[in-house]
């Protein structure tokens, strides 16, 4: 029965077809899914968007305008007309009545999703998945399976995904780095580590995703294989007159390892929706000095814009604050990963044309294990295993005089 399991195996999505794909960005947030499907020329016929946040809805419908602006060819005003209004706001409303009232015959449907975090971080409660927040995970996968459901009684391809969420295998509580993570594994398959830094964005942002766009393996390979582009650095994108703190130690695995001791800063620590985060406060590796003022700031909602990816101004939608943008922004997904994480699926795509061969996808193993067990994704079924293998194991400790900065992941 397709609404008691998800199909993880891989689709080679038609994405590049004249009726254009139909995109739905459940948590929406910024819309990252959008930017990254527009950003490789996909013409996007139909958006739908759903976010209980007032603020992530107003920035979003000003991101609309822009992209539409931007994309005249791939995203008219019509396709996102119903962008708000198609599905309820909040995810847990959203029924398989809703779905097969919004599938048409023969439509390639992508979803694009991050489910809350909250209680997975480990800036957060720690509950994991039995938290208030990030137990909405249980509402994503029942509704991604509806959808497949729906699509498949609709003549439509498999519908294709995008998922992502924070690195909470590395969770000092064994709930959520060990059970938690194994049962999401079990689900939804190996998910790959990917750090914004390393596709040159000014901020790391270490997140995994889990896709049915191409396997974990070869995503992973490609990923590892690439090297971010010299001489990016934070001080290019920041405002006049202001200046990224000295870098006083190396960045260490499982982070990019862009930042090296006595050279310019390459990234930010990973920005957070709050503000007070320990690694941004005066005198810490995320500060900004303002020579306007003469005192240490936090990065403003334009320098988070673009460190992020996104262009800017993308936040600036009127009657939201400064505040409220940042907060957007803490929450998002790193428009550049999203647009490396989609090129690397179409190459595979473009290279493997028989991407739906269940012998040929579901089947691979992992590459040999190398210097770091950080940097190879676990496969499902050796998730349980190797979690109780790491009990007890945290990340890198704390360089002498810095806090531990697995607490602002």
């Known amino acids: 029965n397709h609404c008691h399991y998800l199909s993880t195996c891989c689709q080679h999505m038609i994405i590049h077809t004249p009726s254009g794909i139909l995109l739905f960005e459940p948590f929406g947030g910024l819309g990252a899914g959008l930017e990254m499907a527009l950003r490789h020329g996909i013409i996007v016929n139909r958006y739908v968007y759903s976010d209980t946040s007032p603020v992530a ?21 019509t396709a996102w007309a119903g962008a708000f209004t198609t599905l309820p706001m909040d995810v847990h409303a959203i029924t398989k009545q809703h779905l097969q009232h919004m599938v048409g015959a023969g439509e390639q449907w992508l979803l694009v999703a991050g489910w809350q975090c ?36 609709a003549g439509c391809p498999p519908p294709a995904y995008v998922l992502e969420n924070t690195t909470f295998q590395y969770h000092n509580n064994p709930d959520v780095s060990q ?29 995994n995703f889990w896709t049915n766009l191409a396997t974990p393996v070869k995503l992973a390979a490609a990923v590892q294989k690439a090297k971010r ?13 202001r200046t990224a703190s000295p870098v006083l130690s190396n960045d260490r695995l499982p982070w990019y390892p862009c930042n090296i001791t006595g050279q310019p800063r390459a990234a930010l620590p990973t920005l957070v929706a709050f503000g007070g985060s320990y690694a941004f406060r005066p005198g810490r590796a995320g500060s900004i000095w303002d020579a306007n003022v003469q005192q240490y700031t936090e990065p403003t909602a334009l320098e988070r814009e673009l460190a992020l990816g996104y262009a800017a101004g993308d936040t600036a939608a009127p009657g939201v604050s400064e505040f409220e943008r940042r907060q957007v922004l803490g929450r998002c997904m790193d428009a550049n990963t999203m647009a490396a994480l989609l090129g690397i699926c179409e190459a595979w795509q473009n290279c ?14 992992l590459p040999p294990p190398s210097h770091s067990s950080f940097i190879h994704p676990i496969p499902a079924v050796q998730a ?19 806090k531990d900065p697995w607490l602002d992941p």
């Open 179 to 207: 059970v938690d993570y194994a049962a999401v594994c079990l689900e939804l398959g190996t998910p790959v580590e990917i750090d914004a830094a390393r596709f040159g964005s000014r901020a790391h942002r270490l997140r």
């Open 229 to 241: 582009e010299a001489n990016l650095l934070v001080d290019q994108i920041l405002e006049h007159g």
């Open 118 to 153: 909250e209680d997975l971080s480990l800036a957060g409660s720690g509950k994991g998945l039995r938290g208030d927040k990030s137990s909405s995970y249980f509402t994503l996968v029942s509704m991604l399976k509806d959808l497949q459901a729906v699509a498949d009684m």
């Open 57 to 77: 809805r107003q920035v979003m419908e000003h991101r609309l305008t822009l992209l539409s602006a931007r994309y005249p060819g791939q995203l008219h005003r």
């Open 384 to 402: 349980a295993s190797i979690a109780e293998q790491k009990l007890g194991q945290t990340g890198p400790s704390p360089t002498a005089g810095e």
């Open 352 to 365: 493997y044309p028989d991407m739906n061969s269940t012998t040929a996808c579901c089947t691979a193993e």
